[in-house]
């Protein structure tokens, strides 16, 4: 049990359309990381957040964004989606300056 | 490019014995490495990691080896267990690194009865 939760479980949108994926993480997560998991691969990196600002970005366009808020809660924004952002949307809780991530279940995203 | 390689994509194993899973990494400036397990419908779970300082780490039936000469690392299940049948992963990371944590595409083990 990591104590990371992510909503919704799956989710089914539209090429084009915009979807916004939710994370939330436990007392003592002080930052907060987001990857993309495509089928057969392992997770890449999309960003990470730390006291509510962008520390760190992966190779993603900017249509990829995220927020973090002050109860450790975290959300993905994924705008004119595309069919290639198919994939599995982890997020993972960490500590500034700690190697380790803590990962929640992850969202599957299947864009049509 | 892929910076951290697992080049088995499956690994079956008779359950008691010994479980080896390997993993490559091409970027020098890689100081911490890392090993997940992910069952099915989980997100990933942390299992053991390593300094670049270190060549060694166990954790009960866990041990990782790191090869620095050679950016070379395994893992190490002894004995294997049923339970230990999932996706492993390696990852590496940098202390430049942006906190951005770089993962092999993975390893499926099998742990047969």
């Known amino acids: 049990e990591t104590g990371v939760t992510q909503s919704p479980t799956h989710l089914i949108k539209t090429r084009g359309q915009q979807v916004t994926l939710r994370c939330s993480s436990q007392s003592g997560h002080n930052t907060v990381s987001w990857y993309q998991q495509a089928l057969g691969q392992g997770p890449q990196f999309i960003f990470q957040y730390y006291r509510e600002e962008e520390n760190g970005r992966g190779n993603f366009p900017p249509r990829f964004s995220g927020l973090q808020f002050p109860n450790y809660s975290s959300e993905l924004n994924v705008n004119a989606l595309e069919l290639d952002d198919s994939a599995l949307y982890l997020c993972a809780g960490g500590l500034a300056g700690a190697y380790e991530q803590y990962f929640g279940p992850g969202t599957r995203l299947t864009v049509t | 490019d892929q910076q951290v390689k697992q080049n088995s994509p499956s690994l079956s194993v008779q359950e008691g014995r010994i479980s080896i899973l390997n993993c490559d990494y091409t970027?020098?400036?890689?100081?911490?490495f890392l090993w997940y397990k992910k069952y099915p419908a989980e997100g990933p779970t942390f299992l053991i990691s390593?300094?670049?300082?270190?060549d060694k780490n166990e954790d009960g039936r866990f041990t990782v080896f790191l090869n620095k000469s050679a950016k070379h690392l395994s893992l190490h299940i002894v004995p294997s267990q049923p339970g230990d049948s999932a996706v492993y992963f390696c990852?590496?990371?940098?202390?430049?690194?942006?906190?951005?944590?770089?993962f092999g595409k993975g390893t499926r083990l099998h742990i047969l009865p």
């Open positions: 990852a590496a990371s940098s202390f430049n690194r942006d906190d951005k944590i770089i």
């Open positions: 970027n020098s400036m890689f100081d911490y």
């Open positions: 390593i300094s670049s300082i270190k």
